[in-house]
């Protein structure tokens, strides 16, 4: 759902629990692949200049004022979903992340340390497996079958993908639902597969899913 078509009275502001100082925690997510990007705080005002305009806008406890997300850097974020919690005491956005970047320091997202180690934060699961393939891409290894594929090409990429769809229809038609589970799995990873062969982002695809789910 886009936020033009989410009314800002369907958040009520005066019904979230700030804490004693008046804030409340956000938690700022990718709509598209479920990363969590970063988390901020919010107060009464904040969060209204956020649903009146539709990107967000926080509170900052050191500098004591309003800011809006990406003004300096251009990495504004679209608020595409709002959502707040059982207690009312934490916010849930989901954005549209200008640019692709969310953290000061230039990371896709503020989560993306590991035991001081930079790593690419989580998503769901078909971007994680989009990602391996991607890195199979960049750095072959002769022992992997993912680049045995990448190096045959459409032939051999397209080829797979025909053979599981064949065998996505006969689980089917077996009514075998553990089979239908494994013989999708197949077909998903050699779709991204062909993907990553052709350079198109999974991105892309979401994009193309979320304008056919509005």
């Given at each position: 759902?886009?936020?033009?078509?989410f009314?800002?009275?369907?958040?009520?502001v005066?019904?979230?629990q700030?804490n004693?100082r008046g804030?409340?925690p956000?938690?700022i997510q990718?709509?598209?692949?479920?990363?969590?990007l970063m988390?901020?705080?919010?107060?009464?005002?904040s969060l209204?200049?956020?649903?009146?305009?539709g990107?967000?806008?926080?509170?900052?406890?050191?500098r004591s004022?309003?800011?809006?997300?990406?003004?300096t850097s251009?990495?504004?974020q679209?608020?595409?979903?709002?959502?707040?919690?059982?207690?009312s005491?934490?916010?849930?956005?989901?954005?549209?992340q200008?640019g692709?970047i969310?953290?000061?320091?230039g990371?896709?997202?503020?989560?993306?340390?590991?035991?001081?180690t930079?790593?690419?934060?989580?998503a769901?699961?078909?971007?994680?497996?989009?990602?391996?393939?991607c890195?199979?891409?960049?750095?072959p290894s002769p022992?992997?079958?993912?680049?045995k594929?990448?190096?045959?090409?459409?032939?051999?990429i397209?080829?797979?993908?025909?053979?599981?769809?064949?065998?996505?229809?006969?689980?089917?038609k077996?009514d075998d639902a553990?089979?239908?589970?494994?013989?999708?799995?197949?077909?998903?990873y050699?779709?991204?597969?062909?993907?990553?062969h052709?350079n198109?982002?999974?991105k892309?695809?979401?994009?193309?899913l979320?304008?056919?789910r509005?």
């Amino acid at each position: 759902m886009s936020f033009e078509s989410f009314p800002s009275e369907a958040i009520a502001v005066d019904a979230i629990q700030y804490n004693d100082r008046g804030l409340v925690p956000a938690i700022i997510q990718d709509y598209l692949d479920g990363t969590v990007l970063m988390m901020a705080w919010m107060n009464r005002e904040s969060l209204q200049k956020t649903l009146d305009t539709g990107d967000t806008w926080f509170w900052s406890r050191s500098r004591s004022q309003f800011w809006h997300k990406g003004e300096t850097s251009g990495h504004i974020q679209k608020v595409r979903s709002l959502r707040y919690d059982c207690d009312s005491d934490a916010l849930l956005i989901t954005v549209e992340q200008i640019g692709d970047i969310a953290c000061h320091t230039g990371e896709r997202s503020c989560f993306h340390q590991v035991h001081g180690t930079i790593v690419a934060p989580p998503a769901d699961t078909l971007s994680q497996v989009y990602d391996v393939i991607c890195d199979r891409r960049d750095n072959p290894s002769p022992e992997s079958y993912t680049c045995k594929l990448l190096a045959g090409g459409d032939n051999k990429i397209l080829k797979k993908i025909g053979e599981e769809s064949a065998e996505v229809v006969m689980a089917c038609k077996d009514d075998d639902a553990d089979g239908i589970a494994g013989e999708a799995a197949d077909l998903f990873y050699h779709t991204l597969v062909a993907l990553a062969h052709h350079n198109v982002p999974l991105k892309d695809v979401y994009r193309k899913l979320q304008e056919r789910r509005r």
